[in-house]
C-alpha cells in the first residue's frame, strides 16, 4: 500500500519561507520520480517542481529561483523548500509518484498522490 504523507504547510507572510517534507512509504521503486505540485480553489493542479532518482531537477517557471526541491536519503524523505513567497504561491501542496513518463510536471502522469498541505501567504 503506497503513501505518500506531506506536512510543514501553514500561514506566512509574503515575502517569507517555508519549508515542506513528503514522506513516501510502501513505494519501492526508487528509481521513479517524485513532484510537488500544487492546486488552488477553482484551479487547475500544476507541477511545481520535480525529483528524478538521480537528482536531476525541473521547476515550473513560476517558481524558478524561489523553490528548490530536495531528497534526504537517510530519511527517505523529499523536501520543497519555498522562498519569497507570494500571494499567488497559496494552494494545497501535494507530492506524487509513480510516473507513468511525459510532462515531469503534468498531473495526469502520476498515479500515486498524498492528502496534502495547505499553504497560506498573505
Known amino acids: 500500500h503506497v503513501q505518500l504523507v506531506e506536512s510543514g504547510g501553514g500561514s506566512v507572510q509574503a515575502g517569507g519561507s517555508l519549508r515542506l517534507s513528503c514522506a513516501p512509504s510502501?513505494?519501492?521503486?526508487?528509481?521513479?520520480?517524485i513532484t510537488w505540485f500544487r492546486q488552488a480553489p477553482g484551479k487547475e493542479r500544476e507541477g511545481v517542481a520535480a525529483?528524478?532518482?538521480?537528482?536531476?531537477?525541473t521547476y515550473a517557471n513560476s517558481v524558478k529561483g524561489r523553490f528548490t526541491i530536495s531528497k534526504d536519503n537517510a530519511k527517505n524523505t523529499l523536501y520543497l523548500q519555498m522562498s519569497s513567497l507570494k500571494p499567488e504561491d497559496a494552494a494545497m501542496y501535494y507530492c506524487?509518484?509513480?510516473?507513468?513518463?511525459?510532462?515531469?510536471?503534468?498531473?495526469?502522469?502520476?498515479?500515486?498522490w498524498g492528502q496534502g498541505t495547505q499553504v497560506t501567504v498573505s
Open positions: 506524487a509518484t509513480g510516473w507513468y513518463g511525459g510532462s515531469r510536471l503534468q498531473a495526469s502522469n502520476f498515479r500515486y
Open positions: 510502501g513505494y519501492t521503486d526508487s528509481t521513479n520520480i
Open positions: 525529483r528524478d532518482f538521480d537528482g536531476r531537477t
